[in-house]
């Protein structure tokens, strides 16, 4: 696979066509999809993971898509979708050659977050004239930081700090592209220039990045009676509940129930268990 090395000038972008154009982003990433479900492609303006099996419940309907028109330079929207991409995707032969390119793939909801930070920041640029992603210096990264570590008003008033989350998004969209800027097809940093080099974005922000437990383990007498009541809530009482929940559905479908009943009236119907306690 031939690589480019040099940052693209004015008149080569457009000429330019990513590798990676027409890619289907869920198979590349091993994401179910449902039989005739919507398939993201890489080159599409908006890519809806609403169709992907197995989501968690809390995954909200705005966090299944990314819409890379919210990118002012379309330019970008290229960058920002193949780092997606790439994130989703680190075993695919155009990532896993890279050397600074993470290995492990990032949930769909973390990636909609990398996405939102990106966005943001490249946004910022074009607000403050930054037309190259070539031109970005370290002034530029410090600048948007400071920018993104209080909460403003409208009007640009300081209202509060922000939280340790919102400035550790802010460098991880300033730093892990410029990890990946030999992918980048249409514009890309400057050769070697990563933010804040040798500095992790933990550290930057002021985060901490988990660590081993800090809690003191609970003493076993403590514990052991917690433990034993655990069990025999599964063991014994566990099946029998089981069975309830079953009859109290059975009756709640029966035709002799009356919507005016209450289900504490209707619950009394039930034939009830008794399970000796443990002696």
């Given at each position: 696979?031939t690589?480019?090395?040099?940052?693209?000038?004015?008149?080569?972008?457009?000429?330019?066509?990513?590798?990676?154009?027409?890619?289907?982003?869920?198979?590349?990433?091993g994401?179910?999809v449902?039989?005739?479900?919507?398939?993201?492609r890489?080159?599409?303006?908006?890519?809806?993971f609403?169709?992907?099996?197995?989501?968690?419940?809390?995954?909200?309907?705005?966090?299944?898509?990314?819409?890379?028109?919210?990118?002012?330079?379309?330019?970008?929207?290229?960058?920002?979708e193949?780092?997606?991409?790439?994130?989703?995707?680190?075993?695919h032969?155009?990532?896993?050659?890279?050397?600074q390119?993470?290995?492990?793939?990032?949930?769909?909801?973390?990636?909609?977050?990398?996405?939102?930070a990106?966005?943001?920041?490249?946004?910022?640029?074009?607000?403050?004239?930054?037309?190259?992603?070539?031109?970005?210096?370290?002034?530029?990264?410090?600048a948007?930081?400071?920018?993104?570590?209080?909460?403003?008003?409208?009007?640009?008033?300081?209202?509060?700090?922000?939280?340790?989350?919102?400035?550790?998004?802010?460098?991880q969209?300033?730093?892990e592209?410029?990890?990946?800027?030999?992918?980048?097809?249409?514009?890309?940093?400057?050769?070697?220039?990563?933010?804040?080099?040798?500095?992790?974005?933990?550290?930057?922000?002021?985060?901490t990045?988990?660590?081993?437990?800090?809690?003191?383990?609970?003493?076993?007498?403590?514990l052991?009676?917690?433990?034993?009541?655990?069990?025999y809530?599964?063991?014994?009482?566990?099946?029998?509940?089981?069975?309830?929940?079953?009859?109290?559905?059975?009756?709640?479908?029966?035709?002799?129930?009356?919507?005016?009943?209450?289900?504490?009236?209707?619950?009394?119907?039930?034939?009830?268990?008794?399970?000796?306690?443990?002696?």
């Open positions: 696979m690589t480019l090395t040099t940052t693209p000038t004015s008149a080569d972008i457009g000429q330019i066509n990513s590798p990676l154009t027409g890619l289907d982003v869920c198979e590349a990433a994401l179910r449902r039989p005739g479900g919507t398939r993201p890489v080159g599409q303006p908006v890519w809806a609403t169709d992907v099996e197995d989501l968690p419940v809390s995954l909200k309907p705005s966090e299944r898509k990314m819409d890379f028109s919210t990118i002012r330079d379309p330019r970008w929207r290229a960058v920002a193949e780092f997606v991409f790439a994130r989703l995707a680190p075993q032969e155009a990532v896993r050659v890279l050397p390119a993470f290995r492990y793939p990032i949930a769909i909801k973390t990636c909609h977050g990398r996405f939102r990106l966005a943001e920041w490249f946004n910022w640029l074009t607000e403050h004239g930054v037309t190259s992603l070539g031109d970005v210096t370290q002034m530029h990264c410090q948007y930081y400071l920018h993104r570590s209080d909460i403003r008003d409208r009007k640009g008033k300081i209202l509060r700090p922000a939280s340790p989350e919102t400035r550790l998004a802010a460098v969209a300033m730093q592209p410029a990890l990946y800027s030999a992918l980048f097809s249409a514009d890309r940093f400057a050769d070697g220039f990563v933010p804040w080099p040798g500095r992790s974005p933990f550290e930057i922000a002021g985060c990045s988990g660590g081993p437990n800090v809690t003191d383990p609970m003493r076993q007498e403590a052991q009676p917690w433990l034993a009541a655990a069990l809530i599964v063991e014994t009482l566990g099946p029998h509940v089981l069975e309830l929940v079953k009859a109290v559905r059975n009756e709640e479908t029966s035709a002799h129930r009356t919507g005016a009943t209450t289900w504490q009236t209707r619950l009394s119907t039930v034939s009830f268990f008794s399970v000796d306690a443990p002696g």
